[in-house]
């Protein structure tokens, strides 16, 4: 079955630096996701992505936080100035059109110090 | 507004018991319903899925799932465990199909399943 791939697994960065979490999803996907998990809480939605703009974001997803689709592949996440509570696992995902099920990749386990 | 509740956030069961994974949905909408299992070091993996059709779904590895509207419930069960069904369990609402798509999930029941 296809995968989307997520880099790095883990990231460990001081607070204030900026980190980008990169995914590549599955090639025929066209709506693409992030949730995060802090540990011991839920996945929570940040935002979606369709036709290179963002269709939906939560709360969450501040002025601290952008993503984009660059070249038509990878699909990446930034945080520009990175919190203590920014500390989550980071999961990418995707969907084709007419399909409901949505493909995760295994996440990036973001640390910040 | 939408919002998934999973009773228990540790299920612990001896191989071959029924397991059983509590969940109550609340939504203001026909809601789509999903259970999803997490592996350690790995992504989320669906299970199995309701979206308005039968009641009693089916999924992977021998689990299923009734929707009962009556009781706000979709919860998940396998008739006999296995040792490779220990992971964690997340059950997620979604408001339906269309371009948002956005899933709302609950905390996640971690199964351990003991020899």
């Known amino acids: 079955e296809p995968e989307v791939t997520q880099t790095p697994s883990h990231q460990v960065t001081q607070m204030g630096q900026e980190v980008i979490l990169r995914c590549v999803p599955i090639s025929n996907h066209l709506y693409f996701y992030w949730y995060r998990q802090i540990l011991g809480q839920k996945v929570e939605f940040l935002v979606s992505?369709?036709?290179?703009?963002?269709?939906?974001k939560s709360e969450i997803f501040d002025d601290q936080f952008s993503v984009e689709r660059p070249d038509g592949s990878n699909f990446t996440l930034k945080i520009r100035s990175t919190k203590l509570e920014d500390s989550a696992m980071y999961f990418c995902a995707g969907r084709g059109r007419t399909n409901e099920k949505l493909f995760f990749g295994s996440g990036t386990q973001l640390s910040v110090l | 507004a939408q919002s998934v509740t999973q009773l228990g956030s540790h299920v612990s069961v001896s191989e071959g018991a029924l397991v059983l994974l509590r969940c109550n949905y609340s939504s203001s909408v026909p809601p789509y319903l999903f259970w999803y299992v997490q592996y350690p070091n790995q992504g989320l993996q669906l299970l199995l899925k309701?979206?308005?059709?039968?009641?009693l779904v089916k999924g992977i590895n021998g689990f299923e799932a009734e929707f009962k509207k009556s009781e706000t419930s979709f919860h998940l069960t396998k008739p006999s465990a296995h040792m490779s069904d220990a992971a964690e369990y997340f059950c997620a609402v979604s408001r339906g199909g269309g371009s948002n798509y956005k899933l709302t999930f609950g905390k996640g029941t971690l199964l351990t399943v003991n020899p």
């Open positions: 992505f369709y036709n290179n703009e963002i269709s939906e």
């Open positions: 309701y979206t308005s059709a039968a009641t």
